[in-house]
Every structure is written in C-alpha cells, then in structure tokens.
C-alpha cells in the first residue's frame, strides 16, 4: 500500500523553528516530485515547496524563500521541511504529496497523485 505520513507539527512561538518529515511506504521515491502544501482555515491549499527526488532540484513559495528548506534522506525514503523564523501566518495544516508526471507547475495540487494525512502547524506567542 502506498503511503504518505507527515510527522513534526505542533505549537511554536514566533520566530521559532520547527522540522516536518514526510516518509514513504509501499514504494520509493526514486522517480517522484515531492511537494510540501498547507491549507489555513477558509483558504486554498497552496504549494510551499517542492523537491524532484531523482534531480535533487528544489522550489520554494516566494513566502518562505530563505526560512523554509526542502531535503532528502534517500536511505530513509523520506522528505523533511525545515522551518526556521516562523510566522503566525505560517499556521496551517501541512501536507506532503507524491507525482510521477511533471507536466505542470509543482505548486498545481491536482498534479499529485499521492497525498499525506496533514500535520498541524501553530504559531503564536
């Protein structure tokens, strides 16, 4: 069975930092794009970050450019988000997801094929 798990979230002060891991089961991520995505309450999902597994190639969201870093652990099948200098417009719910076609932007949700359960991140003092 395919799956995507989230782990990492909870409840941090501004400006403090946070690590989210997203591990695979049931198949490696050799030839997938693995995005970051979050949904606050009332808004659109919106594409964070995104990592092409077998390029190493990365992309970030104008927002978290220089606080948000994407990597890999090929041993562990897993990708982590590194969040630093959070914000509380940060807090939302974060989801991992898996695609096999490249054809369109990274930050398209329907372009994924394989989705996590979502991990919640909160900001605030």
């Known amino acids: 069975q395919l799956q995507l798990v989230e782990s990492g979230g909870g409840l941090v002060q501004p400006g403090g930092s946070l690590r989210l891991s997203c591990a695979a089961s049931?198949?490696?991520?050799?030839?997938?794009?693995i995005g970051w995505f979050r949904q606050a309450p009332g808004k659109e999902r919106e594409g964070v970050s995104y990592?092409?597994?077998?390029?190493?190639?990365?992309n970030y969201a104008n927002s978290v450019k220089g606080r948000f870093t994407i990597s890999r652990d090929n041993a562990k099948n897993t990708v982590y988000l590194q969040m630093n200098s959070l914000r509380p417009e940060d807090t939302a719910v974060y989801y991992c997801?898996?695609?096999?076609?490249?054809?369109?932007?990274?930050?398209?949700?329907?372009?994924?094929?394989?989705w996590g359960q979502g991990t919640q991140v909160t900001v605030s003092s």
């Open positions: 997801a898996a695609r096999v076609r490249f054809g369109n932007p990274w930050f398209v949700a329907a372009s994924y094929d394989y």
């Open positions: 049931g198949f490696t991520l050799d030839y997938y794009g």
């Open positions: 990592i092409r597994w077998s390029l190493g190639s990365t």
